[in-house]
T-cell receptor
Framework: DARVTQTPRDKVTEMGQEVTMRCQPI?????VFWYRQTMMQGLELLAY????????DSGMPKDRFSAEMPDATLATLKIQPSEPRDSAVYFC??????????FGPGTRLTVL | RKEVEQDPGPFNVPEGATVAFNCTYSNSASQSFFWYRQDCRKEPKLLMSVYSSGNEDGRFTAQLNRASQYISLLIRDSKLSDSATYLCVVNLGGGSYIPTFGRGTSLIVHP
C-alpha cells in the first residue's frame, strides 16, 4: 500500500531555530505539493514541483521558507528562522499530472 | 470573491438523513474537480473525483455544473462515521495546474 511519508510527525522548537521537514512521495508520482493548514487560514498551498522542478511557490514566504527536491524520492521544506506564527500542520502530497493528490500524515509544528 | 467557496457549516443531521454540500469556483478555466474528506487531526483523503457526467460511489454522488460553476456532493443514508470535514478541490488545467482547496464543510451526523 503506497503512501506518502513525512518526518518528523511532531516538532516543537523555539523561535529563531531552523526547521526542516521531509517528505517521501509515492514512487512514480511526478508532482509534489507542500501545504500549511491552520484553523484560521485552512489549507494553503505553499509550493509544488513537477518532475522535481519548482512550478509555483507564490504562496510561500520567501524570506524564511524554502522548498527543494534534491531527488525524486525526497522533498524538503525548510523554515529559517522560525517564528511562532509558523505554528501549523504542514502536509506534503504527491500525485501524477492533473489528477488526485495523496497526502502524507503531516508534520505538526509548534514554534514557541 | 474567493476562488473556491464552501459553506463551513456545521451541517448537523441525524443518521439516515440525506445531506448535500455545494462548492462554487470562480475560474471558468478550471478543469478537474475532487472531493476530499478530512477527519479531525488527520490528513485529507480523496473521497471521489467529479466528472462532467457526474460520479456515484455507493451512498455518495458528486456532480459538476459548469454553467453555474459549482460542484456538489450528496450523501445518502448518513452514517455516524460520515462525520468529518469535506473539502472540495478545483484544479486549473494545462501548464498552469494549481490546485485550490476550499475551506471545507463540517458534517456532524448524530444518533
Amino acid at each position: 500500500d503506497a503512501r506518502v511519508t513525512q518526518t518528523p510527525r511532531d516538532k516543537v522548537t523555539e523561535m529563531g531555530q531552523e526547521v526542516t521537514m521531509r517528505c517521501q512521495p509515492i514512487l512514480g508520482h511526478n508532482t509534489v505539493f507542500w501545504y500549511r493548514q491552520t484553523m484560521m487560514q485552512g489549507l494553503e498551498l505553499l509550493a509544488y514541483f513537477r518532475n522535481r522542478a519548482p512550478l509555483d511557490d507564490s504562496g510561500m514566504p520567501k524570506d524564511r521558507f524554502s522548498a527543494e527536491m534534491p531527488d525524486a524520492t525526497l522533498a524538503t521544506l525548510k523554515i529559517q528562522p522560525s517564528e511562532p506564527r509558523d505554528s501549523a500542520v504542514y502536509f506534503c502530497a504527491s500525485g501524477f499530472g492533473n489528477y488526485e493528490q495523496f497526502f502524507g500524515p503531516g508534520t505538526r509544528l509548534t514554534v514557541l | 470573491r474567493k476562488e473556491v467557496e464552501q459553506d463551513p457549516g456545521p451541517f448537523n443531521v441525524p443518521e439516515g438523513a440525506t445531506v448535500a454540500f455545494n462548492c462554487t469556483y470562480s475560474n471558468s478555466a478550471s478543469q478537474s474537480f475532487f472531493w476530499y474528506r478530512q477527519d479531525c487531526r488527520k490528513e485529507p483523503k480523496l473521497l471521489m473525483s467529479v466528472y462532467s457526467s457526474g460520479n456515484e460511489d455507493g451512498r455518495f454522488t458528486a456532480q459538476l455544473n459548469r454553467a453555474s460553476q459549482y460542484i456538489s456532493l450528496l450523501i445518502r443514508d448518513s452514517k455516524l462515521s460520515d462525520s468529518a470535514t469535506y473539502l472540495c478541490v478545483v484544479n486549473l488545467g494545462g501548464g498552469s495546474y494549481i490546485p485550490t482547496f476550499g475551506r471545507g464543510t463540517s458534517l456532524i451526523v448524530h444518533p
